[in-house]
């Protein structure tokens, strides 16, 4: 077990460092000079060349990465030069709004998905499962913000239960704030239960079929604790891993879904990062999502290793 | 040289004429929604419709009509005219960006695939890079710099499906390198370039023309997550997207001005991952029996 974590760490830091660079060279390479950014068009030129020089912005681009990487090893990822918040403040503001979406969105997606799944394992084949596997195909053809706008036209517009858009802080007020979540969450869960009930029925009609299963059976037990007790958490090691890159991938915020219901996440901090320009905040968070994706996948393959043995026996 | 060659092709040939009774009726309904709407789109021009871009303050959210068949949307412009020269937008980015995708990954994969060793882990490594990145925030940053243009969007997009079709062809390239046409091809002295050309290309093909299929669906998808956040297409160009973000402002008084191009993508989308899911089933089988 040690010597695959060490493996994966050894891959994990290559992967980080090119990160890294590729995030800076993006932020570098796009047009636009960030000393004119900030002065605005009417700088002078000796204006810019004296700010191009206090920020070290003549320097090769190599030296720039490296004074880059060194500043944020230790922690400063840098300042916006528009509204003034370090990199790590604006995350810090913007992560538990991403985060509760996500939580709500895998936890609704789960509700919706895994009890189909079951019911759809069940009876494998009948009407009910080819039903909602053709369900869950069409949905799969569902973009998000297409469902989105069908939730808000339902939801808020004719049957006027929920707002459309907007944000209260939970610690304001609990109830609100669920209310706000409530559609933007659900639109997330649209997409995300169709990969969810797939994968768990197909690995349920796998189990189903294991010889310990017929034991089982000949034993005398009651379907219903067949599925739930004995072929219900071997099959769902897919599951696990799914719901780790989902995880991983909402990290990022889900930028669609933040834009469309106006909630303060982390997708929203880089499309108006992008949209002001604010290459510092931009360079930082993509930075930081992109680490915590990384690092999100290194942590469904150790949870991986140690729910099946066969991987970390087997080449990693 | 000849009896190699021979044999691949009765492989190719034998086995879509066995199983081409499995294509349901569902398939080819949306078969030949793909070709209305491939048809419609290159005579977009032709056909016999109003300006798409042509306002008429007069006739703003006009219901359906002789004149409007669909209606006019905010700014008094023919929904069908849009819709149909969206159609245009949705499918030329939505099979050129993953052409792009094609050839690079198709290359990359294959050649990581072949050669395997330290090129192999650095392809795959880099796509692993490429894949960390969000991406839609790195094609929202591009489009923002580099300008909204259709080229643009499409460049952009293709990059970023590379690396899913740098896994199809390294995965499929990986078990047909152990094939006995491809040793006895090497045996003979065959040179590295003949053999990924002229033995592993034609069979890495069909896994990835299929997987092509499940690209253009995710792509179409993708342009129109970008143009409903009016980063997409630069208006006045229509599109899908930016018909249904449009449509969105307007969902109280005419929510069909979202409702029409939001079902024509889910048709389009849908019968895009529906071919291809019933090629793929197709194909599989051969894949594993191989």
Known sequence: MLGFVARRLLYLLPVLLAVSLLTFLIASLLPGDLAYVILGDQATPEKVEALRHDMGLD?????????????????????????????????????????????????????????????????????????????????????????????????????????????????????????????????????EWPGIMRVLRSDLITTLQEDYIALARAKGLTPRRILFVHALKPSSLTLVTITGINIGRLIGGAVIVETIFALPGIGRLLVSAIGTRDLIILQGVVLLVAAGFVIMNFVVDMLYAVLDPRIRHGHA | MATLDLTIGEDVAAVPARRKRRLGRLFWAAFGWMIFVFAVALLADVLPLPSPTDMDMLERRAPISAEHWLGTDGLGRDELARLVHGARISLVVGVCAPVIGLTFGGALGMLAGYFRGRFETFVVGSMDVLLAFPPLILALAVTAYLGQSIFNLTCILGVLSIPAFMRVSRAATLTLARREFVIAAQAIGASHARILLRELLPNVMLPLLVFFLLGVAVIIVAEGALSFLGLGVPPPISSWGSMIGEGRESLEVAPQLAFFPAIAMFLTVLSFNLVGDALRALTDPRQGAL
Request: charged share 10%; hydrophobic share 55%.
């Open chain 1, 59 to 191: 320097q090769p681009i190599l030296i720039r990465y490296l004074g880059w990487l060194g500043h944020i090893l230790q922690g400063d990822f840098g300042r916006s030069f528009r509204t003034g918040q370090t990199v790590l403040q604006a995350v810090g503001e913007r992560l538990p709004v991403s985060l509760e979406l996500m939580i709500l969105a895998e936890f609704l997606g789960l509700l919706i998905g895994v009890p189909l799944a079951i019911a759809c394992a069940a009876k494998a084949g009948g009407a009910f499962d080819r039903f909602m596997t053709s369900t869950a195909f069409g949905m799969l053809s569902v973009p998000t913000f297409l469902s989105a706008i069908l939730l808000i036209y339902l939801f808020a517009v004719e049957l006027h239960w929920l707002p459309a858009t907007g944000y209260v802080p939970l610690s304001e007020d609990p109830i609100g704030n669920l209310r706000f979540f409530v559609l933007p969450a659900l639109t997330l869960a649209l997409a």
